[in-house]
């Protein structure tokens, strides 16, 4: 039987590979959705200010608009001449030398205004306001358009809608917007052992953990999980449900992909002519992670040649990734978070974000083997610049309550085998 082609890379390299192949993917097809409905989706249109942000100068303050240089000389005596509250209209008739107009924040400078003197700053007594501070042009209050120009664009194309992104399409009165359709990620997860979680599982058996995890991480990522039936570690059933997964936009197997003799993934996949990327990275959790693409020819051959029956199916989309992910729960949710979030996130019409790692001091010292980069669960407490964490004590991958307690990974170098604490090490937060 034909194998998969071997290739460990290092983590560096495995991402990097996904990331190109990322690139390939297609942007899905469009849906008109109202705004909040929306939320969590990704923008395919671009969204531009339909007037200048602000539609007119703006006071910043509650105070008196004025004229800077009529604050020359300390205190200054100016002559109150009106009222600007948010809403009204600034009026016509300028404010002219010696004299103040009373405005609230949120309301338009009255024309001849350059200035607005804070509420703190003046003495009032009927119709005259005493100013004790004196001001430059400019002062509280934003420029008609200075944040934006009226057609200026706010949001780009591929933006996923968070709540800033909502606001921004709200101040612009777009109560329905274009978003991309939600790509479909296959959900498989193999292994004789496992049961779904509504089973009452055998002294042996292990529930699902994963297509849950793994479907929320999805949901999380901008996909629509399908949840396959578990296959069982036997190729035929295992071959069935592989290919109703490549009917969806990416296919996520958990479990079956290391050294075994019942880890059967890698076998089948070859059989139905994938091609492998590569079959594991140099990393803890998760080394033997896979990732290849099955094409619908490859997968209609296959097929012909095994029942002719099934020609008439409805084909598969010409190119579908698939990852491999190693069935260790704490090793599935790492290489989702490394490998298969930025192929979801590119599927979804996004562009995918960056790994980010954020630095903080170690509480106590780590030792571990070299050669592999590591990311380990752990937890991150203190606030602000006292901000140190530790590893989470664990039984290795399999540990989901040391996961629980976690909030955070520590990234452990490849030739490190010993980090001091104190020392700054690097975190992946998910
Ligand atoms: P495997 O990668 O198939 O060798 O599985 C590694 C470990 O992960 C075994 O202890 C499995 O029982 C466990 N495991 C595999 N699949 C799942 C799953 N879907 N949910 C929870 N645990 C799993
Ligand atoms: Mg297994």
Not at 46 to 74: K, N, S
Not at 349 to 355: A, D, F, N, T
């Amino acid at each position: 039987m034909s194998s998969p082609a071997p290739g460990i890379l290092s983590f560096e390299a495995a991402r990097r590979l996904v990331e190109q192949h990322a690139l390939n993917v297609s942007a899905p097809e469009v849906e008109t959705v109202d705004l909040l409905q929306g939320q969590g989706r990704v923008l395919a249109e671009e969204i531009l200010a339909d007037r200048d942000f602000p539609p007119f100068p703006r006071a910043t303050r509650d105070g008196y608009a004025v004229r800077a240089a009529d604050l020359a000389e300390l205190p200054a005596q100016l002559r109150v001449i009106g009222e600007l509250k948010a809403g009204d209209s600034p009026g016509v008739s300028p404010v002219a030398r010696g004299q103040a107009v009373e405005i609230m924040t949120g309301a338009p400078l009255p024309p001849g205004a350059d200035a607005v003197v804070m509420v703190e700053h003046t003495s009032r007594a009927g119709h005259a306001v005493e100013v004790r501070r004196s001001l430059s042009v400019g002062e509280n209050f934003v420029p008609r358009g200075a944040e934006a120009q009226a057609g200026q664009r706010l949001l780009d194309r591929g933006r996923r809608l968070d709540h800033a992104a909502i606001a921004i399409a709200a101040s612009v009165g777009k109560h329905h917007v274009r978003v991309y359709r939600m790509p479909r990620i296959a959900v498989l997860s193999t292994g004789d052992e496992v049961v779904e979680i509504e089973a009452t599982p055998g002294p042996a058996q292990i529930r699902n953990s994963n297509s849950y995890s793994l479907a929320a991480q999805i949901h999380h990522a901008g996909g629509e999980p399908v949840r396959l039936p578990i296959a069982p570690d036997q190729p035929q059933p295992l071959r069935a449900l592989i290919e109703e997964g490549f009917h969806c936009d990416l296919l996520l197997l958990t479990g079956g992909v290391s050294m075994g003799k019942y880890d059967l993934v890698e076998q089948v996949l070859a059989k139905l002519n994938a091609e492998f990327y590569f079959t594991g990275a140099e990393i803890q959790p998760g080394r033997p992670i896979v990732f290849g693409s099955c094409g619908a020819g490859a997968l209609a051959r296959v097929s012909e040649a095994t029942s002719p029956s099934t020609r008439e199916r409805t084909p598969a989309p010409p190119r579908t990734y698939f990852f491999g992910l190693p069935g260790n729960p704490i090793s599935t949710m790492v290489t989702f978070e490394l490998f298969a979030r930025p192929m979801i996130e590119t599927l979804s019409g996004m562009i995918p974000h960056p790994l980010i790692f954020l630095r903080a001091r170690l509480k106590s010292e780590i030792r571990t083997k070299t050669g592999l980069k590591r990311f380990l669960p752990a937890l991150l407490s203190g606030e602000f610049e006292n901000a140190e964490v530790e590893l989470a004590r664990w039984q290795g991958s399999g540990d989901l309550a040391a996961q629980s307690r976690a909030n955070c990974y520590v990234v452990i170098p490849p030739d490190r085998e010993r980090i001091e604490a104190g020392e700054w090490v690097s975190l992946l937060v998910p």
